[in-house]
């Protein structure tokens, strides 16, 4: 490598400038981004981010996912190029960082190579993923899971969310069903920059997480079924109380995840009651359960006691507790050569770092399985993410998107 790039360094102010660009597109009162896939807003900032690696010289195309790519040309352009980038819908109550810091520095090398004159040997390509956070259709990563096959293309574009609106619907909605059949755009390997969405960085003082690994998950959606009866008229004994039994439900789910710990979690994050009423007993409500590990015996134990728990409560309570597996995704490991570039690149840079597991799911773990792939991972303020608080620094974005730079650049090589 030329000691031009060896030397190379992303503009941090550029790149947090356009972090708090981006933010307007759905931006909250209280400094957080709601920003739902293939919503309004996210055909804004998805606008934006097309004009912009335009304006950079990147010929960008979208597949029939909404899967946005932009093209680096490289000096060899009979390889598949270099991936880089992740995602830019959010929660409901999301905050600025999580997804968009890894496409805007994905954003921020390109530029940073175009002031420095560099011609890669191998092409690059920016990756925006539909869909990664799951919050109004499932699966989450739904647009990189696709890509690797997990789902067909017909299957997702039928799935709706909440209001009944397809996701077929949605991508015309906003323009960005494209012509491209999902899985064309092909990569030698892919690298992502997230905030950790974690405490572990902050906490022990560290700048870079070099991910080797990711936990897998487990959704389900469940179902209570008990009977809706009158509040003042019926016995405490002959309820069926399908609000009292997700109570229980919710102190099985703490209790197996504790009993598997730590390499385990579990929580649920929707319940809603059917019909409900101030002076009726809850008859009927649906909710869900997001189990994690990054260990597949321990997923398998962490199903096997849910399912057992729930038919314990239900017999006991003399009520119905379906539970549907929506969703399993296998712990990931990532790629060993590409991960040991991204220790390499922190450390020659200098800053300090730690091998970490990451303990959200990211469109980097689904195209591990398809691709060598590996993660990136700067501090975010006190662990928080999906949040309107979530927060991190100028200097350890800036770091991140120097190690990924550099990372990319070991990968790609530069062109003599």
């Not at 000691?3 to 102010?13: E, H, P, Y």
């Not at 010289?57 to 093209?71: I, Y």
């Not at 974005?397 to 070991?410: E, I, K, R, Y």
Request: aromatic fraction near 6%.
């Amino acid at each position: 490598m030329s000691k031009l790039a060896s030397n190379l360094q992303i503009d941090s102010a550029r790149l947090w400038s356009t972090i708090n660009d981006t933010a307007k597109f759905g931006g909250t009162p209280k400094g957080g981004v709601r920003r739902l896939t293939l919503s309004a807003e996210d055909k804004q900032v998805r606008d934006w981010f097309r004009q912009a690696l335009e304006a950079a010289g990147c010929e960008v195309h979208v597949d029939a996912l909404g899967n946005m790519f932009a093209l680096r040309r490289g000096r060899d352009m009979s390889k598949p190029p270099i991936g880089l980038g992740s995602h830019l819908d959010t929660q409901p109550t999301g905050g600025k960082f999580d997804g968009i810091l890894g496409s805007l520095a994905a954003l921020e090398v390109v530029r940073t190579l175009n002031d420095a004159g560099i011609e890669t040997e191998l092409p690059l390509c920016v990756a925006n993923w539909t869909n990664e956070e799951g919050s109004r259709y499932a699966p989450a990563m739904m647009g990189s899971a696709a890509y690797v096959g997990d789902f067909t293309v017909e299957d997702i574009l039928a799935r709706k969310d909440g209001e009944g609106i397809s996701v077929a619907a949605a991508l015309d909605g906003i323009g960005y069903r494209g012509s491209e059949a999902v899985g064309t755009q092909k990569f030698t390997s892919f690298v992502e920059l997230h905030i950790e969405q974690g405490p572990i960085l902050e906490a022990e003082g560290k700048t870079i997480g070099v991910v080797d690994s990711g936990q897998g998950v487990l959704w389900y959606d469940g179902q209570i079924v008990g009977f809706e009866s009158h509040a003042g008229s019926t016995p405490m004994r002959l309820r069926r109380d399908a609000l009292a039994t997700l109570s229980e439900i919710v102190l099985a789910v703490e209790r197996i995840a504790t009993e598997l710990g730590p390499n385990a979690v579990g929580t649920i994050g929707e319940a809603a009651i059917a019909r409900p009423s101030r002076n009726v007993i809850p008859g009927e409500i649906a909710f869900t359960i997001d189990m994690r590990s990054a260990d597949a015996s321990i997923m398998d134990a962490l199903d096997k006691n849910l399912r057992a728990a729930a038919a314990e409560i239900a017999g006991r309570r003399k009520v119905e507790i379906p539970l549907d597996l929506v969703w399993r995704i296998e712990p990931t490991h990532f790629d060993a050569k590409l991960v040991d570039a991204v220790q390499r690149a922190a450390g020659e840079l200098g800053y300090s770092h730690r091998r970490i597991t990451s303990g959200a799911g990211h469109d980097s773990c689904n195209l591990a399985t398809a691709m060598p792939a590996a993660m990136i991972f700067v501090p975010c303020k006190d662990g928080v993410s999906h949040n309107e608080l979530e927060d991190a620094t100028e200097a350890d974005c800036g770091a991140g998107a120097n190690v990924l730079l550099h990372t990319v650049l070991a990968l790609a090589g530069v062109a003599k």
